[in-house]
């Protein structure tokens, strides 16, 4: 009975698992601004602001910026981030909606006529994973 009971326990304790996620941002071109960081976790929801599942941003380093995402359970995620180079937490863009600011994803580039799927971008995660991603 005691073998079950820590059986069931270590099983519960994995399913409610929390990971860090650290993005190596590369190819930052300035100490300017910040790179902000977007967590998507369904397609239906993936770049719409307000559906970010998680967020974070630090100050832009010239080269390679980390950002730190935690507290992320086990799943299947896509990364969406830019460079907010003026600091005004928002993703400028010129008047027919292509970004003004360097914007990149997990395992995908920007596709000629825009940005690539969920799918193309996501990662299973399972455990504490370093990605990185060049602007």
């Given at each position: 009975?005691?073998?079950?009971?820590?059986?069931?326990?270590?099983?519960?304790?994995?399913?409610?698992?929390?990971?860090?996620?650290?993005?190596?941002?590369?190819?930052v071109p300035s100490?300017?601004?910040?790179?902000?960081?977007?967590?998507?976790?369904?397609?239906?929801?993936?770049l719409k602001f307000?559906?970010?599942?998680?967020?974070?941003?630090?100050?832009?380093?010239?080269?390679?910026?980390?950002?730190?995402?935690?507290?992320?359970?086990?799943?299947?995620?896509?990364?969406?981030?830019?460079?907010?180079?003026?600091?005004?937490?928002?993703?400028?863009?010129?008047?027919?909606?292509?970004?003004?600011?360097?914007?990149?994803?997990?395992?995908?580039?920007?596709?000629?006529?825009?940005?690539?799927?969920?799918?193309?971008?996501?990662?299973?995660?399972?455990?504490?994973?370093?990605?990185?991603?060049?602007?």
């Amino acid at each position: 009975m005691r073998v079950l009971y820590i059986g069931l326990l270590l099983l519960s304790i994995k399913a409610v698992a929390q990971h860090e996620i650290t993005v190596e941002v590369l190819n930052v071109p300035s100490s300017e601004g910040k790179i902000s960081v977007a967590l998507y976790d369904r397609e239906d929801a993936f770049l719409k602001f307000g559906e970010v599942y998680a967020s974070a941003s630090s100050a832009a380093k010239t080269g390679k910026t980390n950002v730190l995402l935690e507290n992320i359970p086990n799943g299947n995620y896509a990364i969406a981030l830019f460079y907010d180079k003026n600091g005004n937490d928002k993703l400028d863009t010129n008047w027919i909606g292509i970004p003004k600011e360097k914007v990149a994803f997990s395992n995908a580039k920007m596709k000629l006529f825009g940005p690539p799927s969920f799918k193309e971008c996501s990662f299973d995660l399972q455990e504490d994973t370093r990605i990185s991603i060049s602007l």
